[in-house]
């Protein structure tokens, strides 16, 4: 028997965790949950007590790299074996999660990411998503569609590597060169996308280019670094 | 080199190796941080007294005005200062990055507890 932790990460999500806890639970009530509140300055540490969940709450925003490392963190200590992340502003589907889980049971996977590109043609691609993926495939030596999502499930190895080492900042698409690094086994699994419930994406301008350049030194010094040991500390 | 010069340099090195030992002596400054202002002071005091070292240097650098030489050295010392310092800042945002992610987590283990606890 698998004990699998939903991981949660939100940054002023308020308006939208409840909704989401909700569609996890209808759809898989024997995930538990874990919300990780990322320096919140909205009502969302108001409202997560109240949602019979687990939570944790960071003090400072560090980032979505550092809820996650947190989370995972907090699974091998209460002994999950197997992470799912859903976003907390609701872009990820619950129904999807089935999908996402099945790879890492059957044991060929390290890790499950969606994509929301997985059929050609039927979204949209802008072109900067798609330069990345060429990069990233290029890169990595596989074949990558969905560089900046953060829909993804971890089988154990990648939980104990990740919970040390998830990448920081704007992480997807280091994700993908880290995953590849230490030689974690990556399948893309196709999701339907949909847009955030309610609220704002903390993207704003000056952010993307930030996360740009982020980006761009990852592919560069990402492939060049050792890989990391798995670390016993818990 | 003038004399005027040299003398100069002696006492901005003389008094920098001062207030650096005074930093560590008063905790300001910790030892393992002080090393490399402790280094840069005695080097610009081996150099203000031993004006045949620049004359060397210039010549062997293809530098007309030793004096030149001097001004090279102290941009490269502040260089690996600062970069030296970046590492220290990075280093620092990790260990606090690694805190609060601890400190979250512990203080979800002590609410487990304190739940169990109170349903005894």
């Known amino acids: 028997m698998r004990r699998i932790l939903c991981v949660i990460p939100a940054h002023n999500e308020g308006a939208n965790l409840a909704a989401v806890v909700d569609e996890v639970r209808s759809r898989r009530s024997d995930l538990d949950i874990l919300i990780v509140d990322d320096g919140s300055t909205d ?34 200590r209460q002994g999950y074996d197997t992470v799912v992340r859903v976003d907390g502003d609701g872009q990820h589907r619950a129904d999807d999660v089935d999908a ?6 059957a044991s060929h996977a390290d890790v499950a990411i969606g994509t929301r590109y997985h059929v050609d043609g039927a979204t949209r691609k802008p072109r900067v998503i798609s330069a990345l993926a060429s990069l990233l495939s290029a890169r990595t030596g596989r ?3 969905d560089p900046t999502s953060g829909f993804y499930a971890l089988g154990p190895r990648a939980i104990r590597i990740l919970a040390e080492h998830h990448p920081t900042g704007y992480p997807e698409p280091e994700l993908r060169l880290f995953l590849r690094r230490n030689a974690l086994n990556v399948v893309e699994v196709g999701v339907r996308p949909r847009a955030r419930l309610m609220g704002q994406s903390s993207l704003t301008a000056a952010r993307l280019v930030a ?3 982020r980006v761009l030194l990852a592919l560069v010094i990402v492939p060049l670094r050792r890989p990391e040991k798995e670390t016993a500390r818990v | 080199m003038s004399d ?17 030992l005074d930093l560590v002596r008063r905790r300001k400054l ?26 060397t240097a210039a010549r062997w650098l293809g530098v007309a005005d030793p004096p030149a030489v001097l ?7 502040v260089f690996t200062a600062s970069l030296s310092l970046s590492v220290i800042v990075s280093r620092q945002r990790q260990q606090i990055e690694r805190l609060i992610e601890e400190t ?8 487990d507890v304190r739940a169990a606890h109170a349903t005894k």
Do not use: N
């Not at chain 1, 790299?65 to 699974?75: F, I, K, N, T």
């Not at chain 2, 001004?71 to 010392?77: P, R, S």
């Not at chain 2, 979250?104 to 002590?110: R, V």
């Open chain 1, 43 to 76: 009502r969302t540490m108001a409202i997560v007590p109240l949602l019979g969940v687990r939570w944790l709450q960071l003090s400072d925003r560090l980032g979505i790299g550092s809820a996650m490392r947190a989370g995972l963190r907090y699974a091998l």
């Open chain 1, 100 to 105: 996402l889980l099945t790879p890492v049971f």
């Open chain 1, 143 to 145: 074949h990558v569609t």
């Open chain 1, 211 to 213: 996360a740009a350049a």
């Open chain 2, 4 to 20: 005027h010069i040299q003398m100069e340099l002696l006492a901005a090195s003389v008094l920098l190796l001062v207030v650096v």
């Open chain 2, 30 to 55: 910790t030892e393992e941080y002080s090393f490399l202002w402790i280094f840069s002071a005695l080097a610009l005091l081996v150099v203000s007294m031993r004006q045949d070292m620049l004359l």
């Open chain 2, 71 to 77: 001004l090279v050295v102290l941009v490269a010392t």
């Open chain 2, 104 to 111: 979250a987590i512990l203080s979800a283990e002590l609410r």
